[in-house]
């Protein structure tokens, strides 16, 4: 595929164009954290940035979104019958994501388009959006993407990747949605001979400078049942407190809650995100809970991204070492750490060394 | 692209207290568009979430059999919000049916086979829906003996008790009924808890019978060593869970026992099947 180059200084007029057809969103600086978001006419992206504070999940799958409508008035024919509601799924563009969190869709996808159902809310969503990969130059110290099936210059789920080249930009055209939106931007002068090398050599850098790593690679292997009653639960689960943050913040969680929300005669159904960590969540209506402790449920979510993941899907772990969850839990709880504990987790191995 | 969360409108069209304690009511609702019964095409072990518009959804097992035309039937226990302002609603009234949702018990493997059916308490819709389609004339000669042990607490908290009167009058089904204590003395059916009138009643284990056990946790519990006890092999025992659900149709990410969900991969399951899995239900 192509390679551009951008000047710099075609940068902002490019932007413009681009918001002509498409709607755009960046990330942009809050009072500590970037975070992405929608962009006015005019407003430029920040990429002065090593990641956001929340993942870009909620541009396609946004936190709280109405499906349906209704009205609960016996004078409306249609009381009390379910409506779709107006959606809008005209193209949009993420321009600045990282090559993680664009990876991270095509995992989310897995669980929303299934042959059996589709969620058409994301689905659509998703094939509406245009992915404009910004390439990390500069990893942070907790990023693990290289063996978290993915990396700092990785393609997957990307249709255009960015590149700062320094005194340019080098924008590669992955697919031909992202070629579209290069020329929506009349970014189209192609780059020199060199780019590519530049590129790779550049890619090499980052991917040196990751230090932290997961071993993934026994997980398929261990017995469900196994895995689930090992010994470290108790101290990996000891310091959590349910808040939830790592959910919140993750990239490939997806879990949600469906509510209905009255307003007088009328009301919306729709999804909200939801969390494992929360004892609401999977509460039976006689009291019963069969996750009714914190260890279940931080078991639950690690076992879900790496074990339970793995044998439904057989391609990987539901995680592509963003890093979020270590960055932000408020008792330094490490998916880095969990996941070494069960790839390397042997029942027969007796807990203290024989000496 | 078909939207699996618009639910199919209905109307009430009966509602029947089934319990003495009046906490079990029966809904029998009619589709509104004429077209969406044949969409709604499902068989026996199958749910659906019943959708009460302006409070939510809830997921109940079908209790009508395929067999049965017309109209779908839900038998619900009072319970939470919803299940609670369903009990408070009158015949007419406008709701919707989201369905039919998850596997089914493995009728393809139970055909030409004995069935054993072991129920307790309000866990009985299900089983209600598979007796009823077992029987119909066109299907009752693909299984071979069908026995059906159902216990309740008392007489009058048993479902469906006039269709367990006509069962019991009929020779190509063995009921077992029971309760754990009657204040009836006109009561002339068994009295004692669920295992112990299985360990007497329950044919002897072999490769061409299958148990289906239903009902609350207690009950299984102490099922589960009379049916080893009798031989019965785990891939043999058939149940069914029920666990917290919202989207039906394994997205939403609660219902899951491993890496199956009760709501898309279940709720039917082998003990088997179960054995390999943790047991969060």
Same mark, same amino acid.
């Given at each position: 595929?192509?390679?551009?180059?951008?000047?710099?200084?075609?940068?902002?007029?490019?932007?413009?164009?681009?918001?002509?057809?498409?709607?755009?969103?960046?990330?942009?600086?809050?009072?500590?954290?970037?975070?992405?978001?929608?962009?006015?006419?005019?407003?430029?992206?920040?990429?002065?940035?090593? @990641?956001?504070?929340?993942?870009?999940?909620? !541009? !396609?799958?946004?936190?709280?979104?109405?499906?349906?409508?209704? &009205?609960?008035?016996?004078?409306?024919?249609?009381?009390?019958?379910?409506?779709?509601?107006?959606?809008?799924?005209?193209?949009?563009?993420?321009?600045?994501?990282?090559?993680?969190?664009?990876?991270?869709?095509?995992?989310?996808?897995?669980?929303?388009?299934?042959?059996?159902?589709?969620?058409?809310?994301?689905?659509?969503?998703?094939?509406?959006?245009?992915?404009?990969?910004?390439?990390?130059?500069?990893?942070?110290?907790?990023?693990?993407?290289?063996?978290?099936?993915?990396?700092?210059?990785?393609?997957?789920?990307?249709?255009?990747?960015?590149?700062?080249?320094?005194?340019?930009?080098?924008?590669?055209?992955?697919?031909?949605?992202?070629?579209?939106?290069?020329?929506?931007?009349?970014?189209?002068?192609?780059?020199?001979?060199?780019?590519?090398?530049?590129?790779?050599?550049?890619?090499?850098?980052?991917?040196?400078?990751?230090?932290?790593?997961?071993?993934?690679?026994?997980?398929?292997?261990?017995?469900?049942?196994?895995?689930?009653?090992?010994?470290?639960?108790?101290?990996?689960?000891?310091?959590?407190?349910?808040?939830?943050?790592?959910?919140?913040?993750?990239?490939?969680?997806?879990?949600?809650?469906?509510?209905?929300?009255?307003?007088?005669?009328?009301?919306?159904?729709?999804?909200?995100?939801? &969390?494992?960590?929360?004892?609401?969540?999977?509460?039976?209506?006689?009291?019963?809970?069969?996750?009714?402790?914190?260890?279940?449920?931080?078991?639950?979510?690690?076992?879900?991204?790496?074990?339970?993941?793995?044998?439904?899907?057989?391609?990987?772990?539901?995680?592509?070492?963003?890093?979020?969850?270590?960055?932000?839990?408020?008792? @330094?709880?490490?998916?880095?750490?969990?996941?070494?504990?069960?790839?390397?987790?042997?029942?027969?191995?007796?807990?203290?060394?024989?000496? | 692209?078909?939207?699996?969360?618009?639910?199919?409108?209905?109307?009430?069209?009966?509602?029947?207290?089934?319990?003495?304690?009046?906490?079990?009511?029966?809904?029998?609702?009619?589709?509104?568009?004429?077209?969406?019964?044949?969409?709604?095409?499902?068989?026996?072990?199958?749910?659906?979430?019943?959708?009460?518009?302006?409070?939510?959804?809830?997921?109940?097992?079908?209790?009508?059999?395929?067999?049965?035309?017309?109209?779908?039937?839900?038998?619900?226990?009072?319970?939470?919000?919803?299940?609670?302002?369903?009990?408070?609603?009158?015949?007419?009234?406008?709701?919707?049916?989201?369905?039919?949702?998850?596997?089914?018990?493995?009728?393809?493997?139970?055909?030409?086979?004995? !069935?054993?059916?072991?129920?307790?308490?309000?866990?009985?819709?299900?089983?209600? &829906?598979?007796?009823?389609?077992?029987?119909?004339?066109?299907?009752?000669?693909?299984?071979? =003996?069908?026995?059906?042990?159902?216990?309740?607490?008392?007489?009058?908290?048993?479902?469906?008790?006039?269709?367990?009167?006509?069962?019991?009058?009929?020779?190509?089904?063995?009921?077992?009924?029971?309760?754990?204590?009657?204040?009836?003395?006109?009561?002339?059916?068994?009295?004692?808890?669920?295992?112990?009138?299985?360990?007497?009643?329950?044919?002897?284990? =072999?490769?061409?019978?299958?148990?289906?056990?239903?009902?609350?946790? !207690?009950?299984?519990?102490?099922?589960?060593?009379?049916?080893?006890?009798?031989?019965?092999?785990?891939?043999?025992?058939?149940?069914?869970?029920?666990?917290?659900?919202?989207?039906?149709?394994?997205?939403?990410?609660?219902? @899951?026992?491993?890496?199956?969900?009760?709501?898309?991969?279940?709720?039917?399951?082998?003990?088997?099947?179960?054995?390999?899995?943790?047991?969060?239900?």
């Amino acid at each position: 595929m192509k390679v551009m180059k951008i000047d710099k200084n075609d940068w902002a007029g490019g932007i413009g164009k681009i918001q002509s057809s498409y709607r755009l969103y960046g990330p942009v600086k809050g009072d500590a954290f970037h975070d992405f978001k929608a962009l006015e006419k005019g407003e430029l992206p920040d990429l002065n940035f090593l @990641n956001t504070r929340i993942s870009p999940k909620s !541009v !396609v799958y946004p936190q709280s979104e109405i499906m349906f409508e209704y &009205s609960l008035d016996e004078k409306n024919p249609d009381h009390h019958i379910m409506k779709d509601a107006a959606k809008d799924y005209s193209p949009k563009a993420i321009l600045g994501i990282r090559p993680c969190d664009a990876a991270s869709f095509l995992l989310v996808k897995r669980n929303f388009d299934t042959t059996e159902y589709k969620d058409p809310y994301w689905i659509r969503s998703y094939e509406a959006t245009t992915f404009i990969g910004y390439a990390c130059n500069n990893p942070c110290s907790t990023c693990f993407c290289t063996t978290a099936g993915s990396g700092p210059f990785n393609e997957d789920g990307l249709d255009i990747l960015l590149t700062d080249a320094g005194d340019c930009w080098y924008a590669k055209a992955i697919t031909e949605k992202g070629e579209k939106l290069l020329n929506a931007a009349g970014w189209n002068t192609i780059a020199a001979g060199g780019s590519l090398k530049k590129i790779a050599s550049l890619k090499k850098e980052a991917e040196a400078k990751i230090s932290s790593l997961v071993s993934t690679d026994q997980l398929n292997n261990k017995k469900t049942t196994e895995l689930y009653e090992a010994p470290f639960w108790e101290d990996v689960s000891f310091a959590c407190i349910n808040c939830g943050t790592c959910t919140f913040l993750c990239p490939t969680c997806w879990c949600f809650d469906i509510q209905d929300e009255n307003s007088g005669c009328s009301g919306v159904r729709m999804k909200n995100w939801d &969390s494992c960590m929360f004892p609401l969540f999977t509460i039976h209506g006689t009291g019963h809970n069969p996750r009714g402790t914190k260890l279940h449920r931080v078991r639950q979510r690690f076992m879900h991204k790496l074990k339970y993941y793995v044998d439904k899907y057989e391609n990987g772990i539901q995680c592509v070492g963003c890093g979020r969850c270590i960055r932000s839990c408020p008792v @330094n709880i490490d998916i880095r750490r969990v996941c070494d504990m069960m790839n390397s987790y042997d029942p027969e191995a007796c807990a203290c060394p024989v000496k | 692209m078909q939207n699996p969360y618009m639910p199919y409108p209905v109307r009430i069209d009966e509602i029947i207290t089934e319990t003495e304690d009046r906490n079990l009511k029966t809904f029998k609702f009619v589709f509104l568009n004429p077209g969406d019964e044949d969409k709604f095409s499902y068989r026996a072990g199958q749910f659906a979430e019943l959708s009460v518009t302006g409070k939510g959804e809830i997921p109940i097992g079908i209790a009508s059999s395929p067999t049965e035309k017309g109209f779908v039937k839900f038998t619900v226990n009072k319970v939470g919000l919803v299940s609670s302002y369903l009990h408070s609603m009158k015949v007419g009234e406008i709701m919707g049916i989201r369905g039919p949702l998850g596997n089914s018990y493995p009728w393809d493997t139970l055909e030409g086979k004995n !069935v054993v059916i072991i129920g307790g308490g309000f866990a009985f819709t299900t089983l209600r &829906s598979s007796i009823v389609s077992m029987l119909d004339p066109a299907n009752r000669k693909k299984f071979k =003996d069908i026995n059906v042990i159902y216990g309740a607490r008392t007489p009058g908290m048993l479902l469906y008790r006039d269709e367990l009167a006509t069962w019991e009058r009929r020779d190509d089904i063995k009921m077992h009924i029971t309760v754990d204590a009657a204040n009836d003395p006109d009561w002339k059916y068994n009295v004692g808890f669920v295992p112990a009138i299985t360990e007497k009643k329950a044919p002897k284990a =072999d490769a061409d019978t299958y148990a289906i056990i239903c009902g609350p946790p !207690v009950m299984i519990k102490f099922t589960q060593p009379v049916l080893d006890k009798l031989g019965y092999g785990h891939d043999h025992i058939i149940m069914s869970l029920e666990n917290r659900m919202k989207c039906g149709i394994g997205m939403c990410g609660r219902c @899951n026992i491993g890496k199956e969900f009760v709501c898309k991969d279940g709720p039917v399951f082998t003990l088997a099947q179960l054995n390999a899995t943790p047991r969060e239900y």
